[in-house]
């Protein structure tokens, strides 16, 4: 996978989870969520999408350590829960936020998140 790819492009309104199906349609053919953005909260498109991979739909099961490709699910507490998301490559996560797409290593993720759930497909 060419990160620099990733890296150059900015997303619509839910930046993480279009970065996500993007990253799948385009390296793994393999992924189909289907969803709208029009008029969603960031925590209801968060829902929708985690929903989809925890009813396995897809093919996706929970992993306790990322393998490259997995979907890593984020939250910055408990309290807010899961509301971010990106792929794990190569040690890091690719994610995307409003305004810029970031590789960042898995150590700085963790400093920044407080819930990280890994999911890859069977």
């Given at each position: 996978m060419?990160?620099?790819a990733?890296?150059a492009k900015?997303?619509?309104?839910q930046?993480?989870?279009?970065?996500?199906?993007?990253?799948y349609?385009?390296?793994?053919?393999?992924?189909?969520?289907?969803?709208?953005?029009?008029?969603?909260?960031?925590?209801e498109?968060?829902s929708a999408?985690?929903?989809?991979?925890?009813?396995?739909?897809?093919?996706?099961?929970?992993v306790?350590?990322?393998?490259?490709?997995?979907?890593?699910l984020?939250?910055?507490?408990d309290?807010?829960g899961?509301?971010?998301?990106?792929i794990?490559?190569?040690?890091?996560?690719?994610?995307?936020?409003?305004?810029?797409?970031?590789?960042?290593?898995?150590s700085?993720?963790r400093?920044?998140?407080?819930?990280?759930?890994?999911?890859?497909?069977q």
């Amino acid at each position: 996978m060419d990160t620099n790819a990733y890296l150059a492009k900015q997303y619509g309104p839910q930046p993480c989870w279009e970065l996500v199906a993007d990253v799948y349609a385009t390296e793994l053919n393999a992924i189909a969520v289907d969803y709208k953005t029009v008029n969603r909260s960031i925590r209801e498109m968060s829902s929708a999408f985690r929903i989809a991979i925890h009813k396995a739909a897809h093919g996706f099961v929970q992993v306790a350590d990322p393998v490259d490709m997995a979907i890593v699910l984020l939250g910055k507490s408990d309290t807010i829960g899961i509301h971010h998301c990106g792929i794990f490559y190569q040690g890091k996560v690719l994610h995307a936020l409003p305004n810029v797409t970031l590789y960042e290593d898995l150590s700085t993720i963790r400093d920044g998140y407080a819930l990280i759930e890994y999911w890859t497909k069977q």
